[in-house]
């Protein structure tokens, strides 16, 4: 069993959460580059090279250049196994980026020094601050012009309500800047201009009270101002709490160069240090340890058609405890029945391999007949264990799909439910209409170009998509009403998930208080926010 304990707690299963452009794929590329998992940069997203390492599985990524689905690398550094779970950059997102969070113990928040928070950050910190996971901040690009360093960290905590601790500093930024100082170590990390660009060049090392030789590598001016600058730092900030930062109460902050590599394997070594080995899990009232010799894991994703040959559908687990083996049995709890889990495989950087044996913290893809649903656990045999809390959020788009051939009904339907199951979009239906016209709803309103894609190559199916302006969805609470006598304002549309619930369609907060006011004793609540098992 020892070995199990320390294959488990070297695992260090992280996502890399930013806004588009911020330099998310270039420090993961640098990453896999410390690891030996890729020996070229640009291997990642080779914007130019064309080489695409992991995410091309679907043809709509490649006409688009972006990574529609997450994807999840594993690599060893430094004596750990790292797992980095990839959140797609778009505008625009579906529910899965926000899944994939819910298998991460810790998130690298990548921010451009230029910018400063941006409206993806921010929705994609609340869903760390809700599971209070470790947030690392990497303040990039500081090679070009940046925002004042106070300002950005100050930014950080008014918006994101945490304290944070800066462990480097720059000196400076753009055509001005000269490196980091290293709080730790009291040492600066001069910027080697010479050597940047793509090079395993950290840059030169010295101490910030050798005056002499700080003067020779950034100039007295910038030692002078660096001075003065950590004076107020040591003054000013919170101090360094472990603790804090492994509850996500803390976020340690470093700035640095992903282009440049530039203060990123700094910033590697310290993060694998401070961020948790696997977290613990719960299932009921029970607190299941990773270190638990009994195997678990949940469903976080499921994505269809990663290889176009095969028409295969892929179901991702996060092992939560103990051990998975190759080829042995395990439980389905949801279906409440023996599964093997058939071709586990784990994607090494650059392919996928079939894997014998995981741990805890670790991510397998397995193969899925159609049996799993987001959320479903999977355990030893007789163990009934739930982990819930996998959030469904509420659709903020919506559009009525309308099959065009009476004759492909039946794909139409299985095509728009399997779609659904998979938990890329959400339908629901007009009560008296039947499966050939149905509402979607979606988080991001890239989720329709995939259903559109999806329906066409995998089901063969083209339809007519009209948009509806409405935004907001509420369920309608009052089990003995009939939502047809209801008094709503025209725009508002009465629809049926596929439960069988009512929910009402909004364009806006005033028609929800229109239809509150009109109808007295009516109850809406919210979308299934953090509900069980979708
Ligand atoms: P993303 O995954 O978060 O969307 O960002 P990505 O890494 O693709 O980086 C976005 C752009 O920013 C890229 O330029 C990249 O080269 C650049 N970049 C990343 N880190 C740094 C940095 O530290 N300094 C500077 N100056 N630029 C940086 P691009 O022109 O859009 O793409 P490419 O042609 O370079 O691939």
Known sequence: MADIKQEIQRRRTFAIISHP?????????KFLLYGGAIQSAGAVKGKSSDRHATSDWMEIEKKRGISVTSSVLQFEYGGYCINILDTPGHQDFSEDTYRTLMAADSAVMVIDGAKGIEPQTRKLFKVCAMRHIPIFTFINKMDREARDPFDLVDELEKEFGIGTYAVNWPIGCGAGFKGVY????RSILAFDEFHAGRRRIEGVECDISDTERMDSL???YAREELVSQ???LDGASFDFDLQKVRTGRLSPVFFGSALNNFGVEAFLQRFLKMTTPPLEHISGDEIISPFDERFSAFVFKIQANMNKAHRDRIAFLRICSGQFERGREYWHVQADRPVKLSQPQQMMAQEREIVDTAYAGDIIGVFDPGIFSIGDTVCEKGEKLRYAGIPTFAPEHFAVVEQIDSMKRKQFAKGVTEIAQEGAIQIFFEPGTGMERVVVGVVGVLQFDVLQFRMESEYGVR?????LPHQLIRYIDNADLNPAELKLMQTTRWVQDVR???????VGQYEIDWALDKNPGLMLSEFNQNTDAV
């Open 21 to 29: 452009d911020a330099g998310k794929t270039t420090l993961t590329e």
């Open 182 to 185: 290293e709080r730790d170590r």
């Open 218 to 220: 950034i100039g007295s």
């Open 230 to 232: 950590i004076e107020l």
């Open 463 to 467: 339809y007519n998509k009209r948009d």
């Open 500 to 506: 069988g619930r009512n929910l009402l369609i909004f």
